[in-house]
């Protein structure tokens, strides 16, 4: 149904991928959108793309454990000009629109892209890139092969991986391989791939609608009726689009797109993928039971606490902000 609506804006091709947080059980693998696509036998789960704003959790994952930022930390969005090798890299946001000094967790939830661009200058691309390759995405290049433009996912990687990336999130930063035959004895073996406080502060952050009102608006699709995290990403000339999130149990993502390369047309964060990802989740939280236990939030590890904030010059409204124990600002 939303592969058709979506004909009308050059879109042809997409791919679903639904995965239990826990035992890391493929339940649904929709790697094409069948008689709708030129392409049908592409598997587009597997097929590697880039994955535009999907990336930035991650990102500010690991600026947080590094305790090089926090969610409070202000970061400044407004026009910049970075020095490289090549010259200068001027990142825009995706509206061209500057929102000024805003905090990481609007720069995050909001989705900014010169704020990603100024963490990644923090952080280092080439230890970004170390960090993604420890959450399964297989970077191929070295991050000094890409830059700066690493932030905004300019490396190639699959949905398979992606999902899989985004289920260590809700699983408290634990990596686990998937596992192809669901009901298996026993869990895979994983490692810790990101600091469980740094992911619970992230989780929490994508779950924000609040924060994401900036750019998303308070009502979008992205709110789904039980606690879910979820982040979207467009790719360069709207060649992908993609919507990742997660709920207590299941971790699904989407992306739609041409197996071609073609650029989409006007296809937004909100119109593409999300309507797919939001109708995905909604029907398996569809009993009551499911949204019962959807509607939880996670539980804080032991190393966070929180504690509420105040802005200068009121940029963004008080709040109680979630901090690594250590980092906390008033």
Do not use: C
């Given at each position: 149904q939303h592969w058709r609506e979506l004909r009308t804006r050059h879109v042809e091709d997409g791919a679903v991928l639904v995965l239990d947080n826990i035992s890391g059980d493929v339940l649904a693998w929709v790697g094409s959108s069948g008689e709708l696509s030129q392409a049908a036998e592409v598997d587009a789960v597997l097929a590697p793309r880039q994955p535009g704003s999907t990336l930035k959790p991650f990102l500010y994952a690991q600026a947080l454990a590094e305790k090089r930022l926090t969610a409070a930390s202000l970061l400044e969005d407004a026009p910049t000009h970075i020095p490289t090798a090549s010259g200068l890299y001027i990142p825009q946001n995706y509206d061209h629109q500057f929102k000024g000094w805003v905090s990481v967790r609007t720069a995050l939830a909001a989705s900014l892209n010169v704020p990603a661009v100024r963490?990644?200058?923090?952080?280092?691309?080439?230890?970004?890139?170390?960090?993604?390759?420890?959450?399964?995405?297989?970077?191929?290049?070295?991050?000094?092969?890409?830059?700066?433009?690493?932030?905004?996912?300019?490396?190639?990687?699959?949905?398979?991986?992606l999902t899989n990336a985004y289920r260590a999130l809700a699983n408290g930063g634990q990596w686990r391989p998937i596992r192809m035959v669901p009901g298996g004895t026993g869990l895979p073996p994983g490692e810790t791939a990101i600091d469980p406080g740094a992911a619970f502060i992230v989780g929490d952050i994508l779950s924000d609608p609040y924060a994401r009102a900036r750019t998303f608006g308070t009502d979008s699709v992205l709110a789904t009726r039980h606690w879910s995290a979820v982040k979207t990403g467009t790719s360069k000339d709207m060649r992908d689009n993609w919507a990742l999130g997660y709920s207590r149990r299941y971790t699904v993502g989407v992306w739609v797109g041409n197996a071609s390369g073609a650029a989409m047309h006007e296809v937004s964060g909100t119109?593409?993928?999300?309507?797919?990802?939001?109708?995905?989740?909604?029907?398996?939280?569809?009993?009551?039971?499911?949204?019962?236990?959807a509607k939880r939030e996670p539980s804080p590890p032991s190393t966070v606490?929180?504690?509420?904030?105040?802005?200068?010059?009121?940029?963004?409204?008080?709040?109680d902000e979630w901090f690594l124990s250590g980092t906390a600002q008033p």
């Open positions: 963490t990644l200058v923090m952080v280092g691309p080439e230890r970004f890139q170390a960090q993604l390759n420890h959450l399964g995405l297989a970077i191929k290049e070295s991050g000094d092969y890409y830059g700066y433009s690493l932030a905004l996912g300019s490396a190639e990687v699959s949905l398979l991986n119109s593409g993928a999300a309507p797919i990802w939001a109708a995905v989740m909604a029907y398996l939280h569809r009993t009551a039971s499911a949204a019962t236990n606490i929180r504690q509420p904030v105040r802005f200068g010059n009121e940029l963004e409204a008080r709040r």
